[in-house]
């Protein structure tokens, strides 16, 4: 590794105003992530899962912190990928934290089609319609690698995925499961139906109540996620194969996107479980 960064260190570390980071600081932009075809990650365990899955094009390092991230580089080293040393000021730039971890690296886009995201026999889809925000973006990404589902489609005009805010709350898992976008809704549900998924919503009134449920929710299922502030729409909540409704017994008077989800998420993931090992 010291070798490699030998052959590869510039003269002095790059700074602010260094052209490879000027570009690169422009990724935080959804126009020129779409442009360039390449978002940012940043911090330890999300280049991690980036170099590990082969998604890295370069990487930036400061310059102080080069001795923290000793893995990390040396897994850029063996797939020739450029190390770039920066200064802290530099850093600052490429990082959207306000205690920048140190280490950010150019990656390729993970999005693909959803045919290819489902794959041929799907069991556990989180499909979040029209999400806005980032955080919940990445959270429901990292529920449902937790969960072991297959894929997240989101539908909708939502947040993108590879949004630095979003990136970061995945906390790596942007890279370990397939992710699809598509914007028409009708034509998610109906991928998600045609790769022979049942379609849950969750719904206060729902029909079928969760904790009684492990007969549906152990069949292949994509959970549709409404959008943080209005929900689903009802006309798509209704053309759901089940409504379903999360028992809330203390005085909460509804759950956020993110906790809906992992609660959902979980119920189905230990239906099929139970369901496996019967």
Do not use: Y
């Not at 590990?52 to 390092?61: D, K």
């Not at 102080?64 to 797939?79: N, V």
């Not at 959970?223 to 943080?228: A, H, R, V």
């Amino acid at each position: 590794m010291a070798e490699h960064l030998a052959r590869r260190r510039p003269a002095a570390p790059l700074t602010e105003r260094t052209p490879r980071v000027v570009s690169a600081c422009k990724l935080h932009r959804g126009a020129a992530r779409r442009r360039h075809g390449a978002f940012l990650a940043e911090g330890a365990n999300a280049v991690g899962a980036a170099l590990a899955h082969g998604r890295v094009r370069e990487v930036f390092v400061a310059e102080s912190a080069e001795d923290r991230f000793t893995g990390e580089l040396a897994a850029a080293a063996a797939q020739q990928i450029p190390v770039w040393p920066v200064t802290d000021r530099a850093m600052a730039g490429l990082s959207q934290t306000v205690t920048p971890p140190g280490l950010v690296a150019v990656c390729e886009p993970v999005t693909v089609p959803v045919a290819d995201a489902l794959g041929p026999a799907p069991r556990l889809v989180a499909a979040p319609v029209h999400i806005a925000d980032p955080g919940n973006t990445g959270t429901v990404i990292r529920l449902a690698d937790a969960m072991g589902a297959d894929a997240v489609v989101f539908a909708g005009d939502g947040v993108d995925p590879h949004n630095g805010k979003a990136v970061r709350a995945s906390a790596g898992s942007l890279f370990h499961l397939p992710i699809a976008r598509e914007r028409d809704v009708g034509a998610a549900v109906a991928a998600l139906r045609g790769a022979g998924l049942q379609i849950l919503a969750t719904a206060a009134d729902g029909e079928v109540d969760l904790d009684t449920a492990d007969e549906v929710l152990a069949r292949p299922t994509a959970w549709l996620l409404g959008n943080e502030a209005h929900g689903l729409d009802p006309e798509l909540a209704a053309a759901a194969d089940h409504r379903v409704a999360i028992p809330i017994r203390g005085r909460a008077e509804s759950l956020n996107l993110a906790s809906a989800a992992a609660i959902c998420l979980h119920a189905s993931a230990r239906a099929q479980a139970r369901s496996a090992d019967r």
